[in-house]
């Protein structure tokens, strides 16, 4: 089974920074569009963001854009998400996600792996 690896977690004050990261050491990981998913308290999984092949073409959920930028690293399978500004509401279990896709989307359907979720709190 193909996994995941996240890592960079954890419980950081409002305004405060995170960047998440996410080891795909299995994959050609160069042909999969890769993107962060997350699920908050109470809600359903909804998209946050996803970069191209080559990181060149990004997409983002309206409420983290201009705070969170997503990013890879192909030599070393590594997908981050810099996460800025945090704020109580993006309090969630933070999951990646890789889709052999050819156009950016934001349909968890449409991705063939994922991580097991990392946790990231933020306190107000």
């Known amino acids: 089974q193909v996994k995941l690896v996240e890592s960079g977690g954890g419980l950081v004050q409002a305004g405060g920074s995170l960047r998440l990261s996410c080891l795909a050491p299995e994959l050609t990981f160069r042909r999969y569009f890769a993107g962060w998913f997350r699920r908050a308290p109470g809600k359903d999984r909804e998209f946050v963001a996803q970069?191209?092949?080559?990181?060149?073409?990004?997409m983002y959920e309206d409420s983290v854009k201009g705070r969170f930028m997503i990013s890879r690293d192909n030599d070393k399978k590594v997908v981050y998400l810099q996460m800025n500004s945090l704020k109580a509401n993006d309090t969630a279990i933070y999951y990646c996600a890789l889709s052999g896709g050819t156009i950016l989307h934001a349909h968890q359907g449409e991705h063939d792996y994922w991580g097991q979720g990392i946790q990231v709190i933020v306190s107000s």
């Open positions: 970069a191209s092949w080559e990181g060149d073409e990004t």
